[in-house]
Nanobody
Framework: QVQLVESGGGLVQAGASLRLSCVAS????????MGWFRQAPGKEREFVAA????????YYGDSVKGRFTISRDNAKSTVYLQMNSLKPEDTAVYYC????????????????WGQGTQVTVSS
Protein backbone atom coordinates (compact mmCIF):
# COMPACT_ATOMS: atom_id res chain seq x y z
CA GLN A 1 0.00 0.00 0.00
CA VAL A 2 1.09 3.54 -0.78
CA GLN A 3 -0.47 6.67 0.66
CA LEU A 4 -0.13 9.95 -1.21
CA VAL A 5 -0.92 13.40 0.17
CA GLU A 6 -0.84 16.48 -2.05
CA SER A 7 -0.45 20.07 -0.89
CA GLY A 8 0.37 23.50 -2.27
CA GLY A 9 -2.73 24.30 -4.25
CA GLY A 10 -4.51 27.62 -4.06
CA LEU A 11 -5.95 30.63 -5.84
CA VAL A 12 -3.53 32.70 -7.92
CA GLN A 13 -3.66 35.20 -10.75
CA ALA A 14 -2.65 34.41 -14.30
CA GLY A 15 1.12 34.54 -14.74
CA ALA A 16 1.85 33.49 -11.17
CA SER A 17 3.67 30.39 -9.97
CA LEU A 18 2.80 27.58 -7.57
CA ARG A 19 4.65 24.54 -6.35
CA LEU A 20 2.70 21.42 -5.54
CA SER A 21 4.09 18.73 -3.28
CA CYS A 22 3.10 15.11 -2.85
CA VAL A 23 4.41 13.13 0.10
CA ALA A 24 4.36 9.36 -0.18
CA SER A 25 4.38 6.74 2.55
CA UNK A 26 3.97 3.01 2.88
CA UNK A 27 6.65 1.66 0.58
CA UNK A 28 10.15 2.63 -0.47
CA UNK A 29 9.67 5.76 -2.52
CA UNK A 30 12.52 5.12 -4.94
CA UNK A 31 10.87 1.90 -6.16
CA UNK A 32 8.06 3.57 -8.04
CA UNK A 33 7.56 6.23 -10.65
CA MET A 34 5.38 9.26 -9.99
CA GLY A 35 2.98 11.27 -12.05
CA TRP A 36 0.79 14.34 -11.86
CA PHE A 37 -2.64 14.52 -13.46
CA ARG A 38 -5.35 17.13 -13.35
CA GLN A 39 -9.09 17.18 -13.78
CA ALA A 40 -11.27 20.19 -14.50
CA PRO A 41 -15.04 20.12 -13.95
CA GLY A 42 -16.78 18.17 -16.68
CA LYS A 43 -13.52 17.01 -18.25
CA GLU A 44 -11.53 13.79 -18.24
CA ARG A 45 -8.44 13.40 -16.11
CA GLU A 46 -5.48 14.79 -18.04
CA PHE A 47 -1.82 13.81 -17.89
CA VAL A 48 0.44 16.63 -16.69
CA ALA A 49 3.88 15.20 -15.94
CA ALA A 50 5.71 12.08 -14.82
CA UNK A 51 9.12 11.13 -13.49
CA UNK A 52 10.69 7.70 -13.51
CA UNK A 53 11.81 5.93 -10.35
CA UNK A 54 15.47 5.43 -11.12
CA UNK A 55 17.17 7.75 -13.54
CA UNK A 56 14.57 10.44 -13.05
CA UNK A 57 13.55 10.75 -16.68
CA UNK A 58 10.74 13.26 -17.04
CA TYR A 59 7.73 13.46 -19.34
CA TYR A 60 5.19 16.25 -19.89
CA GLY A 61 1.81 16.81 -21.39
CA ASP A 62 1.81 19.12 -24.39
CA SER A 63 -0.21 21.82 -22.64
CA VAL A 64 2.36 22.30 -19.87
CA LYS A 65 5.69 21.78 -21.63
CA GLY A 66 8.07 24.64 -20.94
CA ARG A 67 6.00 25.93 -18.01
CA PHE A 68 5.84 23.05 -15.51
CA THR A 69 8.69 21.05 -14.02
CA ILE A 70 8.40 17.76 -12.16
CA SER A 71 11.09 16.67 -9.71
CA ARG A 72 11.50 14.22 -6.87
CA ASP A 73 13.43 14.01 -3.62
CA ASN A 74 13.77 10.36 -2.70
CA ALA A 75 15.21 11.22 0.72
CA LYS A 76 11.98 13.08 1.55
CA SER A 77 9.65 10.68 -0.31
CA THR A 78 8.28 13.70 -2.10
CA VAL A 79 7.50 14.62 -5.67
CA TYR A 80 7.07 18.24 -6.72
CA LEU A 81 5.36 20.05 -9.53
CA GLN A 82 6.68 23.55 -10.13
CA MET A 83 4.09 25.47 -12.14
CA ASN A 84 5.10 28.74 -13.76
CA SER A 85 3.27 31.16 -16.03
CA LEU A 86 -0.07 29.79 -14.90
CA LYS A 87 -3.09 30.28 -17.12
CA PRO A 88 -6.83 30.17 -16.33
CA GLU A 89 -7.03 26.92 -18.31
CA ASP A 90 -4.69 25.33 -15.75
CA THR A 91 -7.53 25.51 -13.21
CA ALA A 92 -8.25 21.98 -12.00
CA VAL A 93 -7.86 19.52 -9.18
CA TYR A 94 -4.31 18.18 -9.34
CA TYR A 95 -3.60 14.58 -8.36
CA CYS A 96 -0.35 12.78 -7.81
CA UNK A 97 -0.11 9.09 -8.57
CA UNK A 98 2.35 6.24 -8.10
CA UNK A 99 3.24 3.58 -10.63
CA UNK A 100 5.15 0.36 -10.00
CA UNK A 101 5.52 -0.11 -13.71
CA UNK A 102 6.80 2.17 -16.40
CA UNK A 103 5.49 5.71 -15.97
CA UNK A 104 3.28 6.92 -18.78
CA UNK A 105 0.57 9.39 -19.57
CA UNK A 106 -2.32 7.00 -19.08
CA UNK A 107 -4.43 6.91 -15.94
CA UNK A 108 -4.52 3.13 -16.02
CA UNK A 109 -0.75 2.87 -15.64
CA UNK A 110 -0.87 4.13 -12.05
CA UNK A 111 -1.55 2.05 -8.98
CA UNK A 112 -2.19 4.59 -6.24
CA TRP A 113 -3.69 8.06 -6.18
CA GLY A 114 -3.82 10.98 -3.80
CA GLN A 115 -6.94 12.93 -2.87
CA GLY A 116 -6.04 15.94 -4.97
CA THR A 117 -5.39 19.63 -4.40
CA GLN A 118 -7.32 22.46 -6.03
CA VAL A 119 -5.52 24.97 -8.23
CA THR A 120 -7.51 27.99 -9.39
CA VAL A 121 -6.04 30.57 -11.75
CA SER A 122 -7.96 33.79 -12.19
CA SER A 123 -7.67 35.98 -15.28
Amino acid sequence: QVQLVESGGGLVQAGASLRLSCVASGRTFSTYGMGWFRQAPGKEREFVAAISRSVGNTYYGDSVKGRFTISRDNAKSTVYLQMNSLKPEDTAVYYCAASFGKVAGRVGEYDYWGQGTQVTVSS
